[in-house]
């Protein structure tokens, strides 16, 4: 078993609840097949699909992924999070992160710093981007640090 070091009883009561739930969660959902991907529109992507997360079943307690899609000559909404790492599975566009614009492509990774205004652009007009996005979504909520801020819809969002 790993040895933790704590600091405080504040340390040790939060990393004992912490485990708690977690070892809690041991019988929860472990796989989730391709066939089995629920799309759903998204403010920020034409669509995406959660592939490990609380809301389907999982007892993950830090990350959280998705795949995101782009539609062809598409844009996400400008929003903002807690940090977020993406890997572009095919495409090729760029992201606004802050003030500064970033091309990517298929195969290049992202990193989004915490609550930091960001967009993301699709430059091809034929095909959508696919993107897998790993966010703190499940530990940020049990840390009670959970932010988030649409700031713009993605124009082809309609509920």
């Not at 760029?94 to 960001?118: A, K, V």
């Amino acid at each position: 078993m790993t040895e933790f070091n704590y600091d405080s009883e504040k340390d040790r009561d939060f990393s004992h609840k912490y485990r708690e739930e977690v070892l809690s969660e041991r019988r929860r959902k472990i796989l989730t097949k391709q066939k089995d991907l629920r799309w759903e529109k998204s403010r920020q992507a034409g669509r995406r699909a959660w592939l490990i997360d609380r809301s389907i079943g999982f007892g993950n307690a830090v990350i959280s992924t998705f795949i995101g899609e782009i539609s062809a000559g598409g844009q996400s909404g400008k929003h903002e999070h807690n940090e977020a790492c993406i890997y572009i599975l095919n495409g090729k566009g760029y992201s606004i992160i802050g003030d500064n614009r970033y091309d990517w492509e298929e195969g290049d990774s992202i990193y989004i710093p915490p609550n930091t205004d960001h967009q993301h652009f699709n430059l091809d007009k034929e095909n959508p981007v696919r993107y897998l996005a790993a966010i703190p979504e499940a530990l940020s909520q049990y840390l009670g640090i959970h932010h988030y801020k649409q700031k713009e819809t993605n124009p082809s969002y309609s509920k």
